[in-house]
């Protein structure tokens, strides 16, 4: 595998799949998206693919003669291997308030959305009350967040790996927890002002799917 290129492991519908696709398409990575159907045919689960990624999660990233696994752990391998064009602020102090954003995120509120949680409920609508109530503190949180570290994107004026987390998550929101981001108007603002970014417009789940 050439340096330049990459091989992704995903589901259109992933928001931890978006987040590297996202971040490939920033940093002009070409790559070829795989599909790993993690809803209907259970491809994760399979022993294939198991010997891609033992943790039978997506995103698994095969570049550089490596397969990682671990959406942040990814995109922190791109910002050391391919610094630019950066996704980390310059300052400490926003380095802090962006890593607040992406944990806050990607513990507080993805692992409690996911779909593999279903199983250990009796019903679908006590599902939905666990992930929307999860959710719900999560956004609060992230509203009070932002509203300290906010310009045109999460941090100040410059796209960060906040940003590839808040995209996918709010839309995970909006799309499986009917949340109205109303109740978050920072979160609401830069989520739509991000949806309009050519990135997140070329990296959409809508748009991946009929690509695919």
């Known amino acids: 595998m050439a340096k330049s290129g990459a091989i992704l492991y995903g589901f259109w519908q992933s928001s931890c799949t978006w987040r590297v696709r996202a971040a490939l398409r920033l940093k002009n990575i070409p790559f070829e998206e795989r599909v790993v159907d993690i809803v209907k045919t259970k491809q994760q689960s399979t022993d294939q693919f198991r010997a891609i990624n033992p943790a039978q999660k997506v995103p698994a990233l095969l570049i550089d003669d490596q397969t990682l696994v671990e959406s942040m752990a990814i995109l922190q391998y791109l910002e050391e291997t391919r610094p630019e064009p950066s996704l980390t602020p310059g300052t400490l102090m926003e380095r802090v308030q962006m890593r607040q954003i992406c944990e806050t995120i990607v513990s507080g509120i993805q692992p409690l959305q996911n779909v593999g949680l279903k199983r250990s409920f009796e ?19 992230l509203e009070e967040l932002l509203q300290k570290s906010a310009g045109k994107y999460c941090i100040g004026d410059q796209i960060t790996l906040a940003d590839l987390c808040l995209v996918p998550q709010s839309y995970n929101a909006v799309s499986r927890s009917t949340t109205d981001l109303k109740e978050f108007p920072t979160v609401a603002k830069l989520y739509k002002t991000l949806l309009n970014e050519k990135v997140f417009k070329e990296t959409h789940p809508e748009y991946v799917k009929n690509k695919l």
């Open 123 to 141: 019903t679908l609508e006590e599902y939905q009350k666990f992930t929307k109530y999860w959710t719900l503190r999560g956004l609060q949180t």
